[in-house]
Every structure is written in C-alpha cells, then in structure tokens.
C-alpha cells in the first residue's frame, strides 16, 4: 500500500470543540474501518490531528496507543507518524466485535455512526426503547454543538398491534386460558412500543428545528413477533441479537402474574462490520436485503393510537 501520509481531515473537517480522547479514537477508528485510512498510510502527525480535531496532544497520544491496542496502528511514537497497521487475520476472518449486551455495543455503534455526515439507520425489533437510549448520546453531542450531521434517516419496523404476539405471553396456561391476561399483557406492550416509538420520533424530528439538520423518522408494522432484534448502521454494519425468552413475574393490572418475555436492552449483540472478512461482508449486505424486503413487502402504516 502507499506510505503516503494520510489527509488530517479524511475528506470533512470534524467541528473544533473540545473532543475527548475516547471521541478521537472512535473518529478514525471509523475512517479506518471505512477504508478512508488505508492499511499502510502513515497518519497525519500528532500536531496536525491536535489541531484537526482542536485538542491537547495528550489527547491525539492516548487516542492513538487504544487504537495502536486495537491492532489497527502501528509505530506510534512522539518521534513520527503512525502507520494504519494491515489487518490480523482475526480481523479479516473473525467476527466485528465480541457480543455485548446490547445496550453497550448499541450506545457506542450508535453515538459513532452519528459522526457520520449522512446517517442511516434501520432497527426491526420488539419496541424502540434500546435505541431511544442509544440516541441519547449523540443527541447530546449535536445539541453541544461537538458533531452536526447533514442528513439523518431512521426506518424501524416493529410489530404490528393487530396481531397476537408470541411475547410477552402467560406463563400459566390456565391463567392465560381466558384471555384476560394476555389482553393486559398485550396492552402493556402496546403502550410500551407507542411511547418509546414517540419518543424517538420526537426526539430526532426536534434537530430539523433545533439545529436545521434533514431528518426523516418512518415507522412500519409487521405482521409477526420478530424473534431477533437487528440495527444496520450507515450501510456499514450490523448488529444482531436473539430475543432469549424467561420465566419471571410480572404485575399485569393489580394481579402479579408470570410471563414468559424478554429482557432486550440485556440481550447479547453481536456486531458484523461491511469489510471485516467475507463472512461480515456477507451478513451485513443479507441483512440489508432481508430488511428492505419487509420494509417493501409484508409491513403497513404503523400507527402509534391506542
């Protein structure tokens, strides 16, 4: 590959507020992993990254020895440049990231992907209330003025509140024999997925006014309990966990009843990256078509009433 230093900037010029060392790290984590640093591009130097990113050089050094930890740099130095180190053969044929539980790998992949100028974003899950968390972060970083997007897309399929959800369901046949549990229960989950889908909404809509940045929020419905939640971030990676179902009481009305469900923010996610080994690649552009398919295909208006 060409040891020609790297552009500072990487083709967009991040804002000059104060970023952390951590914020350093996940920028060009990102650009290497967009293929904007290629392996063997010696970096830009540590004054040039100060002053890009409009920090101390302490913080361009300890950004640059995590992502030297990370494998993805080489020969970082105070005396000269690093290199973008050739990826491992764990990194080309091994999986993204070790699973997390989702609300760690979502937070992160999420608050990284708003770093992008153009985002995009796809969920299909139960409800939204993991990525209404997720956002927080990000949201927090454009409203202090550290990252403004240009344009941002979200598109989330949920299911629809017409059919009989597999889950959260009674645990105890004889209870649910009647259908009054299952009713509540069903209630429950509607208001649930209602409130948290508003409140995404809501939140991501308020930045048109706020900060003048292109957002578009869809919600569509789908005819079935998804048994997997799935996030697809900038056309670049996929998060994917399975909604693992336990036995544990619940108080449904005035009566505590036992149900089976699933806890989704503590479910492991494991992260597939577009250009991290064939088998990522793979997920990533299949995932992306089985999403498009519902979206097109089975899924309808989704409305947030009652």
């Known amino acids: 590959m060409s040891g020609e230093p790297a ?71 105070k005396g000269s440049p690093a290199t973008v180190a050739e990826p491992t053969a764990a990194q080309l044929d091994g999986p993204a990231a070790s699973p997390q539980p989702t609300m760690v790998t979502l937070s992160q992949k999420v608050a990284a992907a708003f770093r992008r100028q153009d985002v995009e974003i796809d969920a299909l899950c139960l409800t939204s209330v993991s990525l209404t ?25 949920l299911p629809s509140r017409d059919i009989d959800l597999a889950f959260p369901a ?3 046949a004889a209870v649910g024999a009647d259908g009054v ?47 997997v939640k799935l996030y697809l971030l900038n056309n670049a990676e996929a998060l994917f966990a399975y909604y693992t179902l336990t036995r544990r009481g619940e108080l449904v009305g005035q009566e505590r009843v036992d149900v089976y469900d699933a806890q989704g923010v503590r479910q492991m996610l494991f992260a ?35």
């Open 170 to 172: 009674p645990a105890d």
């Open 7 to 77: 552009a500072a900037n990487g083709g967009a010029r991040p804002p000059r507020e104060q970023w952390t060392y951590r914020e350093v790290a996940d920028e060009l984590r990102a650009r290497i992993r967009a293929g904007r640093l290629r392996p063997g591009q010696r970096m830009p130097t540590q004054a040039q990254l100060a002053d890009d990113f409009g920090v101390e050089r302490s913080a361009v050094r300890q950004a640059l020895r995590v992502l030297q930890a990370e494998q993805l740099l080489a020969n970082v130095s």
């Open 133 to 157: 968390l997720a956002m927080g972060e990000p949201l927090r970083h454009i409203h202090a003025g550290r990252i403004k997007p240009a344009r941002v897309r979200v598109r989330v399929l």
């Open 181 to 227: 549990t299952g009713d509540r229960l069903q209630h429950y989950w509607l208001q649930q997925r209602n409130a948290q889908g508003q409140v995404l909404r809501h939140n991501l809509l308020a930045l048109r006014t706020t900060h003048g940045i292109d957002v578009q929020v869809a919600f569509r419905a789908l005819p079935f309990t998804p048994p």
């Open 272 to 306: 597939f990256r577009q250009g991290a080994g064939s088998r990522d690649t793979t997920f990533v552009e299949q995932s992306h078509l089985w999403f498009d398919s519902l979206w097109n295909t089975i899924s309808t208006e989704l409305s947030f009433g009652s």
